[in-house]
Every structure is written in C-alpha cells, then in structure tokens.
C-alpha cells in the first residue's frame, strides 16, 4: 500500500496554485482508456465545476512535461489534458461508480491527505517565509534609494531648461 500511495503521490502535480491529477494519469490508475474517462466526465459536466476540473493551456501542459520529466504515454493525444483537482477526483468517484474506481478513489485520497499533512507539518516553513521577507524588505530598500536617485537624475532631465539671459545682439 506504501508504494502504491507513492506512485499516486507523484502524479500529483501543482498546476495554477492547485493540487491536481492528470486525466491520463487517473485513466490509467482506473484502467480505463483516457478518452473514455473524459467521455464519462462530459456525460456528467454539472458535476465538475472549473474549481474541480479544468483543461490545461498549452504553455501549461509543456512546462508540466519538461519540469516533471512526464513520458511519452501521455504523446499522441489530440486535446490538451484535463486536470482533476482533489474535490474533481472524489467526484469520479460517483461517475465511474466500479468496486475497481472506489478503491483507486480511496488511495488517491489518501495521497492527497498524506501530502496536506505532510505540508502542514512543515513547522520551520513560517520561520523561512519570514526569512525571506526580510531580505526581501532589505533588498527593496536598498534598491528603492538607487531607483529614486534615477527617478530624480530623469526628473532632471524632463524639467523645463532654466532661462538664461542672452548675450549678444537681440533679435
């Protein structure tokens, strides 16, 4: 069961701030053909609002294969991927209702608890965020005296010229 959660565990991926499974990922784990799996989910769209499922952008879907490393099983497909967040998963459940997708829903919800608490755990992670926030203060005051200096050097150059008095013959 250990290593069963840890496959799941890294096919979670964070995509636009969320938790989220992969539509060919899940298609698998339920063994059940990808196009079939989003066949059943648009038989049932009420269920799946953008908050529970949404189609990955291009840009999306290539960053997630290049900083994931994701294979070739996912080539070939001719529409961007669907990705499931936690509440869009547990709502497969009640579309593929099969003994095989209660079980795989069971693990994967497990996966995800798993890493929440794994996260929450994290009790040096405020420390580390105040951390950088003060470097982050420190860095921007000293930038701030460096962009005001040319803010004011620009200033300087967009004022009017000073009137001079003219010397030699007026015309």
């Given at each position: 069961?250990?290593?069963?959660?840890?496959?799941?565990?890294?096919?979670?991926?964070?995509?636009?701030?969320?938790?989220?499974?992969?539509?060919?990922?899940?298609?698998?784990?339920?063994?059940?053909?990808t196009?079939?799996?989003?066949?059943?989910?648009?038989?049932?769209?009420?269920?799946?609002?953008?908050?529970?499922?949404?189609?990955?952008?291009?840009?999306?879907?290539?960053?997630?294969?290049?900083q994931?490393?994701?294979?070739?099983?996912?080539?070939?497909?001719?529409?961007?991927?669907?990705?499931?967040?936690?509440?869009?998963?547990?709502?497969?459940?009640?579309?593929?209702?099969?003994?095989?997708?209660?079980?795989?829903?069971?693990?994967?919800?497990?996966?995800?608890?798993?890493?929440?608490?794994?996260?929450?755990?994290?009790?040096?992670?405020?420390e580390?965020?105040?951390?950088?926030?003060?470097?982050?203060?420190?860095?921007?005051?000293?930038?701030?005296?460096?962009?005001?200096?040319?803010?004011?050097?620009?200033?300087?150059?967009?004022?009017?010229?000073?009137?001079?008095?003219?010397?030699?013959?007026?015309?």
């Amino acid at each position: 069961m250990a290593n069963e959660l840890k496959h799941i565990q890294n096919m979670i991926y964070e995509i636009r701030g969320q938790r989220v499974m992969i539509d060919s990922d899940l298609a698998a784990l339920y063994n059940v053909e990808t196009f079939n799996l989003n066949k059943a989910v648009k038989r049932n769209s009420e269920r799946f609002p953008d908050d529970f499922m949404f189609q990955l952008t291009k840009e999306e879907w290539e960053n997630l294969i290049f900083q994931n490393g994701i294979s070739n099983k996912h080539g070939g497909r001719r529409f961007l991927p669907y990705a499931f967040t936690e509440q869009g998963v547990a709502m497969l459940a009640a579309v593929l209702n099969s003994p095989k997708a209660i079980n795989v829903n069971i693990n994967i919800m497990r996966a995800f608890v798993k890493m929440r608490l794994y996260v929450l755990s994290q009790d040096n992670t405020n420390e580390q965020i105040a951390e950088l926030r003060k470097l982050l203060m420190l860095y921007i005051e000293k930038n701030d005296k460096r962009v005001n200096d040319i803010i004011i050097a620009l200033n300087n150059l967009i004022e009017q010229p000073k009137k001079t008095k003219r010397i030699g013959f007026a015309t």
